[in-house]
């Protein structure tokens, strides 16, 4: 049951990464991680790591393939 409940809480953070991911670029064409990382410090109160954020990345590429 903690292996569902994980995985929830990283199915929710990449569908928030996703929907910031799609704000910025609908805006810029470039986006670094870090500005990734401090929108979603500022609008979730959260601070996620480099590598959560890559990892979070990596699964949303996976999903569109």
Known sequence: MAK???NAIFNMKSLVLKQVVRE???KREV???EEIIE?????NKVRYSR???IKMLEEITN???
């Open 63 to 65: 999903l569109t393939r």
């Open 51 to 53: 590598n959560e954020v």
């Open 4 to 6: 569902l409940s994980i």
């Open 31 to 33: 986006v670094t991680i």
């Open 39 to 43: 929108y979603l410090d500022h609008i």
């Open 24 to 26: 910025f670029i609908s």
